[in-house]
């Protein structure tokens, strides 16, 4: 039997296996491990290439999320609004830094957050929204930097799918009046590790994150901020520093992947919905995800041939234990949670051959 993986890092590493092993060489070489030149040179390189003007790298993407709300000293008795469709992290920095998330549902086509669904639960407690860009694609950050504006809000983008992503001629992260990416090792821009960026272009905030990061610190022993450890490490800003240089050229891999998939898939089923993307979206497919109402007969049809494929995510915030005192209840976010009924992802990396994207179709095809 065939097998097709739902991602191969591998695969992708292969191809630069030389600078990688160079720069963790340099890294081990230089004996500074954390906050030194490696993590300065991505944190540039990085801001540059997103087209913002301040970069704090970061442990992770939960970190990014966590130090931009405290970075904009969001705490108990706030309120931040986010999608229920999204990975859990999104919800758990607002919980960290004591604010209460606020669910939305999302737009039908597309799955992320309904801006018409924001303005209904904006109020007086109301300090920012955090806007996902799931899968890759871009939310509607049109409307939502209106909603910004009209009410004095902040918006957060977390970008943590969507490096390299674009809303109209704007790369994702420089939309938002602050933005979050995450370098976890399966992301568009994947560290060896846990990693992430908080980025922007207001000096203020981003001196006061580079602080929370480091231990409130201005001098060694000089706390003027009640800060953690939210550090990134030398060797993954070095990984990522190679790694940098060919996420474009890896999106676009992805891109002519899921061009396959739209144009083999198209017209198969009435019940097989394939992404849509909205004309001010250019996707970065860090997920390619169909819809079916059986769902969970086709994903086994899948496994069951050697196609690994995923679910993101099978139960919206709103309904997780974790959440449960919020007092949602099922029905409150219909489209969210026919998505999650509905979803599934097929095995999208770049590096997958002709190969396994047309046995993944024809095995789709027999289902049908
Ligand atoms: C991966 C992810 C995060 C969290 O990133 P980590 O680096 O794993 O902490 C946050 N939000 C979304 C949408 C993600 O996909």
Known sequence: MKKVPFVDLQRQHKQIRDDLNNAIKKVIDSG????????????????????????????????????????????????????????????????????????????????????????????????????????????????????????????????????????????????GDVACFSFFPGKNLGAFGD????????????????????????????????????RIDEIQAAILKVKLKGLLANNSLRQNAAKFYDNSLHGISNDLILPFCPKYSKHSYHLYVVRCTKRDELMNHCINHGINVGIHYPVPLHLQPAYSSLGYKIGDFPIAEEAARTVLSLPMFPGITNEELEYTVEVIKMFF
């Open 32 to 175: 500074v491990y954390i906050s030194g030149n490696e993590t300065k040179k991505f944190e540039s390189q990085f801001t540059e290439f997103v087209g913002v003007k301040y970069g704090v790298g970061c442990s992770s993407g939960t970190s990014a999320l966590q130090l931009a709300l405290s970075g904009y000293g969001i705490k108990h008795g706030d309120e931040v609004i986010t999608t229920t469709m999204t990975f859990i992290a999104t919800a758990e920095a607002i919980s960290a830094v004591g604010a209460k998330p606020v669910f939305v549902d999302i737009e039908k086509q597309n799955y992320n957050i309904d801006p018409v669904q924001i303005e209904k639960v904006i109020n007086a407690k109301t300090k920012a929204i955090i806007v996902v860009h799931l899968y890759g694609q871009s939310a509607d950050m049109g409307m939502i930097m209106e909603l910004g504006n009209k009410y004095n809000i902040k918006i957060i983008e977390d970008a943590a799918q969507a490096h390299g992503a674009y809303y109209n001629d704007k790369m994702l992260g420089s939309i």
């Open 195 to 230: 990693a992430g960026i908080v980025v922007c272009n207001d000096l203020g905030l981003a001196e006061k994150i580079r602080m929370l990061r480091d231990h409130g610190r201005t001098a060694k022993y000089k706390h003027d901020i009640v800060g953690l450890n939210h």
